[in-house]
């Protein structure tokens, strides 16, 4: 056997480069799967049956296009004016109750998430600080060794293979 | 489309090393030909304007595949292999100048195939700047910005494979005596 080279000496890089840039010059393209052409033709039938409305915007018929662009604009200066109109209107009484009567549960629920958050705030501010500080540290160190196992068990199981 | 299918297929298999992915890849960039068919169906230029959508295609498959494996891949990267490619080359592979020398009595058709399983066996950050400094012809400075790596690394690991392409290709198909010949 002949004793190896060393590869990083600047004369041994450019004969390795030349000769591997040959080889790879002489190589012919790769023939294409014969289902290539089939896969291309059948997609681009099936794009071509799709109609115009599940398409992307910009194959939408142009008179649909600004159809859509002034619907879009007269809708927000719908919203926008009718937000200002009811802001004034809304001080009255009859408004308000038509309005929030069915909206009583929602009320209710709110409440009750209020208390909850007010009881989980009160929680929080009892506990030592000390004591928060070891279990942010507990789950910062549970999450890296979630992910280091997760990583480990990707290697064994799946890279490897 | 029959004119230009081997060459879009073989860009994304050869930078992918994986044939269902490419096969996918070249169809994406077909639809987009059929796109701009209009431009492009009298357009001296066809070819060098797939080339370039299938090579930023695939690019940006492996680019998206690399985000999303990348924590775990590097895990994985085998140190050993390469140590093992930078360790040495023997010095009857230096000595030839030309593939025939480096085939020696391998048939052609033998010889492609041999060439592209060692292309699909180096892996990732080591075949797609070889593919892109061979076959697509990008100066390594392009390589580096495409794929958002040092240009110092990009030069590494383009010898690194060229080593490795060298060895595996020596490996197949010669014996010692047609090495020193």
Not at chain 1, 69 to 82: E, I, N, P, R, W
Request: charged share 25%; with cysteine.
């Amino acid at each position: 056997m002949t004793e190896p080279l060393d590869s990083r000496h600047p004369q041994n890089v450019d004969r390795i480069e030349r000769l591997v840039g040959t080889v790879l010059k002489e190589q012919p393209p790769r023939r294409a799967p014969s289902s290539l052409e089939a896969r291309v033709m059948a997609e681009l039938e099936r794009r071509a049956a799709l109609p115009w409305w599940r398409m992307s915007f910009l194959h939408w018929p142009l008179l649909v296009k600004a159809a859509f662009v002034l619907g879009s604009l007269a809708l927000v200066k719908f919203a926008l004016t009718s937000t200002v109109i009811l802001a004034g209107r809304v001080q009255s009484d009859p408004v308000v109750e038509t309005i929030t009567r069915p909206l009583g549960w929602a009320g209710r629920t709110a409440d009750s998430f209020s208390r909850a958050a007010s009881f989980c705030s009160t929680l929080f501010n009892a506990i030592p600080s000390h004591w928060l500080y070891i279990g942010t540290a507990l789950a910062i160190t549970l999450y890296i060794a979630a992910v280091a196992l997760s990583a480990t068990a990707y290697r064994t199981l799946y890279a490897n293979k | 489309m029959h004119a230009y299918q081997d060459m879009v297929f073989s860009t994304a298999a050869r930078l992918t090393g994986n044939d269902a992915v490419a096969e996918d890849l070249a169809q994406e960039t077909f639809l987009k030909a059929y796109e701009h068919f209009d431009t492009l169906k009298e357009s001296p230029t066809a070819g060098g304007w797939l080339k370039t959508v299938v090579t930023n295609l695939t690019l940006n498959h492996l680019s998206r595949y690399r985000k999303r494996w990348k924590f775990f891949s590097d895990l994985r990267r085998p140190d050993a292999e390469e140590d093992d490619s930078e360790s040495g080359v023997p010095e009857a592979l230096l000595g030839l100048s030309s593939p025939d020398d480096l085939f020696g009595g391998v048939q052609a058709d033998e010889r492609r195939a041999i060439v592209e399983r060692a292309l699909k066996q180096l892996p990732e950050h080591q075949r797609v700047p070889l593919v892109l400094y061979h076959f697509e012809e990008m100066p390594y400075q392009d390589i580096a910005q495409h794929l958002k790596v040092s240009l110092p690394k990009i030069k590494t690991d383009i010898m690194r494979a060229r080593l490795a392409l060298a060895k595996v290709m020596s490996g197949s198909g010669l014996t010692l005596e047609n090495l020193e010949t």
